[in-house]
């Protein structure tokens, strides 16, 4: 009885995110066009595919870094680009970005693209099109990102804090996701991106050590797989990959490892142990192709969130992305 109901639940499930992927979490926000560029700068998804695989090639860790610095711009003042300026109480400043890398990168592609289009692409556009590239180079889902966006001039270390760092409820999560018009079902599938990246050890030996001060490991975590986190991050600045299977590929097996409480963040697990996230874990564990195609509608979603709140006075378009202009 138990397992039918299980298997109808997920079959729920999977309707809804069919509905989803071919129904209207595609559109867009009405001030951003996929055309913007067409004749100001139609060089510019060629120069930045172009470099991103330049720099992967070299370094396949900025693929996940990429991604993940695109979320913390987006999880603050909408995607602004507020994340990459350089100042002292900036973001970028805050304890909270310490780990946040692929900044020179797109230094480097805003450089190339101030060549052939001066003062006319925003930053964050720049950093919104080489998450998804970078997506894509290593084996993730393509979707086209519409452009517009302004890049910001308030950029607040405080603020930085806003993002989750892998301790939080799911509660606190679902919240803060549907605070930026996102939902439950883009909290587990956005989580996925977890499925290629590592995590510093600093962020989870609690959970291994000294679980809610109990001074005991966190009884969520596999035995096995417990002694392999115990052995690899004896040291607060060493690092461990998010999924210990298949880490180098973007696949569904970061779900599959949350089934098999091998969850290395205490979100990540939890995700699994929710009642509201659950049956979303158990559908992308056995639905590949599902979760990419919805992959991409929760980028396109997350890419497009914005801050109604800026004017033009507030916005604009940065010539160098580590500071506003003069």
């Not at 900044?103 to 692409?121: G, H, M, N, R, Y």
């Not at 596999?222 to 060493?238: M, Q, T």
Request: hydrophobic share 40%.
């Amino acid at each position: 009885m138990e397992r039918e109901r299980k298997m109808i639940m997920m079959m729920m499930v999977l309707m809804m995110v069919t509905v989803v992927v071919g129904g209207n979490e595609y559109e867009y926000d009405d001030s951003l066009s996929f055309s913007y560029y067409h004749g100001s700068c139609p060089e510019l998804e060629s120069i930045i595919h172009n470099k991103v695989h330049q720099w992967l090639k070299n370094d396949s860790t900025l693929a996940p870094a990429l991604m993940r610095l695109h979320f913390h711009d987006c999880v603050v003042r909408g995607c602004d680009a507020s994340i990459l300026l350089n100042h002292q109480g900036s973001e970028r400043s805050a304890a909270a970005s310490k780990s946040l890398r692929g900044f020179e990168l797109i230094d480097d592609i805003k450089a190339e693209v101030e060549k052939k289009c001066p003062k006319t692409v925003s930053c964050a556009d720049i950093l919104t099109a080489a998450a998804r590239d970078a997506t894509v180079a290593v084996g993730g889902p393509f979707w086209m990102v519409p452009y517009g966006r302004k890049d910001g001039r308030i950029s607040v270390a405080k603020e930085a804090e806003y993002v989750p760092m892998g301790h939080e409820r799911v509660t606190d999560l679902i919240e803060l996701f549907q605070s930026k018009g996102l939902n439950v079902l883009d909290l587990v599938v956005l989580s996925g991106a977890h499925t290629i990246g590592r995590s510093s050890c600093g962020s989870l030996q609690y959970r291994l050590f000294n679980y809610k001060g109990t001074h005991k490991p966190d009884p969520s975590i596999h035995p096995k797989y417990l002694n392999f986190l115990r052995r690899k991050c004896r040291w607060a600045s060493e690092y461990v990959e998010l999924d210990a299977v298949t880490p180098k590929a973007f696949d569904v097996q970061y779900y599959k490892n949350l089934q098999k409480k091998m969850g290395l963040l205490s979100t990540d697990q939890m995700l699994y142990s929710d009642s509201r996230t659950a049956p979303l874990v158990s559908a992308f564990a056995s639905q590949s192709e599902v979760f990419h195609h919805q992959f991409a509608a929760s980028m396109l979603k997350l890419g497009n969130i914005q801050d109604y709140s800026a004017d033009d006075q507030h916005s604009e378009i940065r010539f160098n992305c580590n500071s506003v202009n003069a």
